[in-house]
């Protein structure tokens, strides 16, 4: 299930850090080679907050309600069914990432207190960084919405960031990739019949491959800007995800382990098809 999230339709992802350069949630100053700390007048701090566009601290607020919208359903056949039978169409289907709604901004995902080999890794040979966000789990929701009602409830998880800052200091190479663990799928109580009825397909179709799911995704420097708001600057970034129905839930360290190479392997791969693509490029001139 892959859901798309844009802010040029006031959707996406929001990174941001407090505008206080003495502030704890102005996040670490980057390490990683080619990284923004490499680019003199550009901040040269790791973002301490992520949250999505529905949760951004922008000033003026967006209104915005979701972090993203369906775009393909393959895979969960029941809940493809029940949408197709009553005419609903796949972008009614919303994502939502983020601290709850009332909450403050800070009760989002962070990184915490913001230590190197707790909350962060990097090394100034290597363009590669990993951070681990969290947050009270009360504060923080993971939800699929139909318009504005909430009819799935995911379990939570910490939300764990791979940013490869590539070959050179431009903004364009660079790649992120962010996953969580396998979590839990519960359906919000109290919903109307249609709602019920939705929320039963996708529990079905989640319960025949597995029971849990899990949250991945990955973008690169394209198509980012950045705001302020309430004290805080702000990246808003795309936010492509992929919903997975997974099987098992191994240890967490584990978990960890086998996510992260399979993150790194896959910027490889994708750093490569784009090197091939640009190698045919300048060759064709």
Excluded: C
């Excluded at 490499?38 to 209104?63: F, L």
């Excluded at 929701?141 to 070959?167: C, Q, R």
């Excluded at 903004?171 to 992120?176: K, L, M, S, V």
């Amino acid at each position: 299930m892959e859901f798309q999230g844009l802010p040029s339709q006031n959707e996406g992802f929001v990174a941001f850090y407090n505008q206080n350069a003495d502030a704890l949630d102005r996040g670490h100053t980057l390490v990683p080679l080619n990284s923004r700390a490499d680019i003199p007048g550009v901040p040269d701090n790791a973002p301490y907050y992520g949250t999505g566009r529905q949760g951004s601290p922008e000033v003026p607020s967006t209104n915005a309600t979701r972090t993203a919208s369906l775009v393909n359903n393959s895979g969960f056949s029941n809940f493809n069914s029940y949408l197709t039978d009553n005419g609903t169409e796949f972008s009614d289907i919303g994502f939502a990432f983020g601290q709850k709604e009332g909450q403050d901004f800070t009760k989002t995902w962070n990184l915490g207190a913001d230590v190197i080999g707790e909350n962060w890794f990097a090394e100034p040979d290597s363009p590669i960084e990993e951070r681990i966000y969290s947050a009270n789990s009360n504060d923080v929701e993971l939800g699929l919405y139909n318009g504005t009602t909430k009819i799935i409830d995911f379990g939570y998880s910490d939300y764990y960031a791979v940013v490869d800052y590539g070959p050179t200091t431009s903004f364009q190479d660079d790649i992120e990739s962010n996953f969580t663990d396998p979590i839990t799928v519960n359906k919000v109580p109290n919903l109307s019949s249609f709602n019920q009825g939705l929320a039963d397909a996708f529990v079905k179709d989640v319960s025949a491959a597995g029971n849990r799911v899990q949250i991945v995704n990955s973008f690169d420097g394209d198509d980012l800007f950045q705001r302020s708001g309430n004290g805080f600057d702000m990246f808003i970034l795309p936010f492509p995800l992929e919903l997975r129905v997974v099987r098992a839930v191994p240890e967490k360290s584990l978990t960890w382990a086998l996510l992260m190479f399979g993150v790194l392997a896959a910027i490889s791969r994708r750093k490569k098809v784009s090197n091939q693509v640009e190698s045919k490029r300048f060759l064709s001139k």
